[in-house]
């Protein structure tokens, strides 16, 4: 076996026994503290996601008879890592569901008055979209009232055409 995977797997088991006891302690501890040591956790699992990188890059190089055996190992040490991400996922989980809790217990008034306030502004915007139709209305009325007055006019301008031609037969009639 090669030197340099023996010492990134050295490294890697003591990284992940680490973490281990980190996520142990993690489960037992409450609010800052928990945050802190998940987020450490989450710094460890990334330094081990690397030392598996390298593991790997380290194990493809090697004579195929060796190769074979290293990336054995280095399916177990992966299964182990996504153990401990799930671990941490249900560790931080279980923050955000106790902080729901919390939530949701003093928020009784806030939901209440976010429902009063709710029921108007869906009363206002009713109101509001009642208003935009009137006055789409009255503007379809205004046009409609344009156009018969344009109408008119043009009725009126024909008629006095009409007149004034008659006049003026009228009086080359008479002279």
């Known amino acids: 076996m090669s030197q340099v995977f023996e010492g990134y797997e050295r490294q890697y088991c003591e990284l992940s026994a680490n973490l ?57 040490y992966k299964s182990d890592l996504n153990n401990l991400k799930s671990e941490v996922k249900r560790l931080s989980l279980g923050n955000v569901a106790a902080r729901d809790e919390l939530l949701e217990s003093g928020m009784a008034d806030t939901l209440t008055a976010s429902a009063d306030q709710r029921t108007r502004l869906v009363t206002s915007t009713g109101r509001l979209n009642h208003s935009g139709e ?25 008629q006095r055409q009409s007149l004034l031609h008659t006049n003026n037969t009228e009086q080359t009639v008479h002279r």
């Open 20 to 76: 281990s006891r980190k996520c142990t302690s993690a489960s037992a501890a409450d609010g800052e503290l928990k945050k802190q040591r998940i987020s450490e956790i989450k710094v460890g699992i990334d330094e081990a996601e690397s030392l598996i990188r390298k593991m790997d890059m380290e194990a493809r190089s090697l004579q195929p008879n060796v190769k074979a055996v290293l990336l054995a190992k280095l399916r177990e």
């Open 134 to 158: 009137r006055i789409k209305e009255s503007r379809r009325t205004m046009l409609e009232t344009e156009e018969l007055g344009v109408s008119i006019l043009q009725d009126l301008h024909q």
